[in-house]
């Protein structure tokens, strides 16, 4: 799989965009960006994934730039809730070996009231 | 969305002891699952992959003796950490994809071992 790279840390004002960038430059054309979040001592938790279109649900969107190589996670209004260490993973899917997720460093968010 | 639960939240024991720790889809069936070790301001380290049915596959490094991983059935895996030694203690994550190609995975709440 694809390797990420991550900001290891982010500061953002509450109400505010939060866009959260991750290079994965020797992405294939098969594999898939994937987001995930990890609040303080819980599990992971999904928020989106794509592929080469941009992609929009009720948490966040996916900005993908068109050579693939990086793409954006966009928290449109950012709250205090969404401190927590973000994952961009690159895994190709369909293939029942290839769902392990491989986690980076990731990046620290820290939304500031 | 779809649930996954751990038990135990937290689980304090002696060291030389052994711990189960369950993982439990609650509204799915997942043929497999992933455990995986979080150490603290650490990312996440995949273990193994639990199969339903069958033996499961260690990551390089992890000892299959020490983490013993049963998947008896479609909505229960089992991780057991053998002869618990204080380096053991860790967060433990399980997570399973709601169908076989599924893009999205679920993770339960964690298990926090400490071995004293």
């Known amino acids: 799989d694809a390797k990420t790279t991550q900001p290891p840390s982010m500061d953002c004002a509450e109400g505010r965009a939060a866009n959260l960038p991750c290079n994965h430059s020797?992405?294939?054309?098969?594999?898939?960006v994937y987001w995930y979040r990890q609040i303080h001592s819980q599990g992971p938790q999904y928020i989106i994934h794509?592929?080469?279109n941009n992609e929009t649900n009720e948490m966040a969107s996916l900005i993908i730039t068109e050579d693939r190589k990086s793409s954006t996670l966009i928290l449109p209004h950012a709250t205090l809730r969404d401190t927590a260490v973000y994952y961009c993973?690159?895994?190709?899917?369909?293939?029942?070996?290839?769902?392990?997720?491989?986690f980076g460093q990731g990046t620290r968010l820290t939304i500031n009231p | 969305g779809a649930v996954v639960s751990q038990h135990p939240s937290w689980v304090i024991c002696k060291s030389g002891t052994s711990v189960k720790i369950e993982c439990r889809s609650l509204?799915?069936?997942?043929?497999?699952m992933f455990w995986y070790r979080q150490f603290p301001k650490q990312s996440l380290m995949l273990m193994a992959t639990?199969?339903?049915?069958?033996?499961?596959?260690?990551e390089q490094g992890v000892e299959k003796d020490k983490f013993l991983i049963n998947h008896a059935s479609l909505t229960l895996s089992t991780l057991t950490v053998t002869s618990a030694h204080p380096e053991d203690s860790s967060f433990y994550i399980c997570?399973?994809?709601?169908?076989?190609?599924?893009?999205?995975?679920?993770f339960g709440p964690g298990t926090r071992l400490t071995v004293l």
């Open positions: 997570s399973a994809p709601v169908a076989s190609g599924s893009h999205t995975q679920y």
């Open positions: 020797t992405i294939s054309g098969n594999e898939y």
């Open positions: 794509g592929l080469k």
């Open positions: 993973i690159v895994r190709a899917a369909g293939r029942q070996g290839a769902q392990k997720l491989v």
């Open positions: 509204d799915f069936q997942a043929t497999t």
């Open positions: 639990s199969n339903e049915g069958s033996k499961a596959t260690y």
